[in-house]
């Protein structure tokens, strides 16, 4: 498996020379920003994923909805009709 940088597996050792080994630093550009800085980062982030979020339309929504609705009501029912029917069973075994 490949990406643009190279080999996932094997890193491109010819790019680093003594030089450039000295001048990195640890934690890349986050690492010169403070709390304030990571945390309005994070957000920007958060923004930017939320821009590519297909939000379904109106009509979708109540579709969706309608049928989670129907769905809770049938599993409440179907709930229901099971537990009368083991509370029935006790008091037949139990007296």
């Known amino acids: 498996m490949t990406d643009a940088v190279g080999s996932i597996d094997m890193p491109d050792a010819e790019d680093e020379t003594p030089e450039s080994k000295k001048k ?4 890349g550009k986050r690492g ?14 958060i ?3 939320l821009r590519k979020v297909v939000w379904p ?3 979708q929504l109540t579709t ?11 599993m ?6 099971i537990d009368y029917g083991f509370q029935e069973a006790v008091k037949y075994v139990f007296g």
């Open 64 to 74: 969706y909805t309608t049928v989670v609705i129907i769905f809770v009501v049938i």
């Open 24 to 27: 990195t630093r640890k934690g």
């Open 57 to 59: 339309t109106r009509n």
């Open 32 to 45: 010169k920003k403070g709390p304030l800085g990571r945390l309005a980062l994070f957000y920007r982030q």
């Open 47 to 49: 923004v930017a994923e």
């Open 76 to 81: 409440i029912g179907l709930v229901t009709v």
